[in-house]
């Protein structure tokens, strides 16, 4: 069911927490679109809005901690996000760079586990290291943050079933593909949230998302904020999943 956001209502002036935890929300992704839109309207450079998206982001993060949910993954860059002007993927490079310093510095502070999904060959050995080294720096952390990196949803799937390969496997099952995909750490999502006004996946999660609820919404990513979460819970709360049974 796909559904798009709308105002929020008196009915909704409900406890998070205790809405999080009673709906079984432990899994939240997000497709963080419109920052592009966000920037031109203003005249500004596209880079500016994945500047100001990045804090969106933070704080999003920041949320979902709070109100108990257990993992979060977001779509930060594409195997098809390279065709872009390269100032725009130096500019989107840069700021993932900045944003992994900060997440050490702030271990302490934050213990959330990051892990980056997709291949970290194409990054350069540079951002590679630091991604590598952020994922082992905070390995015993709970809290999980997935953040899809030259990421794609087949391409993911084919490197799993080429690993099982290699394994010297004749015969796969779906739990085999499982524990062989960057996600292998983390329950599927429940809910994946696109913000942008798009009403598609983009080659996101394309295993994980089988059951997944979806919500999109017309908020360009830069503007996402506390109230688009919250009715994004809310309305989750409200969807009867059956999981293809009655
Ligand atoms: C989609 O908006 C956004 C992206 C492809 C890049 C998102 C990247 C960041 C926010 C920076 C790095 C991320 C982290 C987690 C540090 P768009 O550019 O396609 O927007 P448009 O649809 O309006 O053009």
Known sequence: ????????????EIDIKELVAASGLSHIA?????NGRWAQKRGLPREAGHGVGVKAFKNTVTLCRDWGIKTVTTYAFSTENWKRPPQEVTEIMRLLDVYIKEAEDD??????????LGDKERLGDALREKCEYLEDLTKDNT?????ALNYGGRAEIVNAVNSLI???????????????????ESP??????RTGGEVRLSNFLMWQSQYSELYFSDCLWPDYGE??????IIEFSKRKRRYGGV
């Open 143 to 147: 809290l999980i943050l997935n953040i």
């Open 1 to 12: 069911m796909i559904f798009k956001s709308k105002k929020t209502t008196p009915e909704e």
């Open 227 to 232: 109230e688009e979460l919250r009715r994004a």
């Open 166 to 184: 290699k394994e010297g496997k004749t015969e796969i099952s779906e739990e085999d593909i499982q524990r062989k995909l960057y996600t292998a």
């Open 30 to 34: 997000f497709i963080m679109d419109g």
């Open 188 to 193: 599927d999502p429940d809910l994946i949230v």
């Open 107 to 116: 271990n302490e502070k934050n213990r959330i586990r990051y892990i980056f």
